[in-house]
């Protein structure tokens, strides 16, 4: 196990690209992550449906929250030079999350530059952002909500969590080094354009 997570810090980007990012078992068992891969893998239809762009030139970012044994979603996209919202509902069936678009929120302004990511670049920061989270903060269990979004070439995350009785925020910003090499590692505040 640990040199699944491990090995999962030195693969290279492209072998990211053209699949869907599958968690390590122990990381797949939690809502936050289901309901966040869930979300991701509707992204490229529902942006599709939406602004009749493929998801490197909108999808902005991605909040997920608990809500009892439920979770809600916001995918954070760019239309019309403004940030948008999609509501998701995720609820558990059985063994897995799924999520379902429910309805859209107010456009704002946009509070960083425009995306270019695709899916697969959240996809993998989520899963090497968990894996680090889970080795080096806390139980995955003990998440309460994510928020992730590109900011320039990064792409930032913020794990809401709870230790004991106290609420913290865990920030993490993920990278490409070089062609060969993504990253993901701690830092000490959020990057900018949080959605």
Known sequence: MKLWIFSLFFLPLSAWSHERAELPPDLQNTP?????????????????????????????????????????????????????????????????????????GAPRALPGPRPGFGV???????????????????????????????????VQLILIHRKGTKIQQSHMMCHQHDADHFDCHRQLDAGPGRP
């Open 32 to 104: 936050l992550a289901q309901s966040a891969l869930s979300v991701l893998e509707q992204a490229p239809s529902e942006l599709q449906r939406l602004t009749g762009l493929a998801p490197e030139g909108v999808l902005y970012g991605l909040t997920v929250s608990l809500q009892n044994s439920e979770a809600v979603a916001k995918l954070h996209y760019v239309s019309q030079d403004q940030l948008n919202d999609l509501l998701f509902d995720c609820h558990s069936h059985g063994d897995h999350f799924d999520c379902h678009a429910a309805e859209q």
């Open 120 to 154: 697969e670049i959240f996809e993998t920061s989520l899963a090497e952002s968990l894996a680090l989270f889970a080795r080096k903060v806390g139980p995955l269990s003990s998440l309460e909500s994510i928020t992730i979004w590109q900011a320039g070439k990064d």
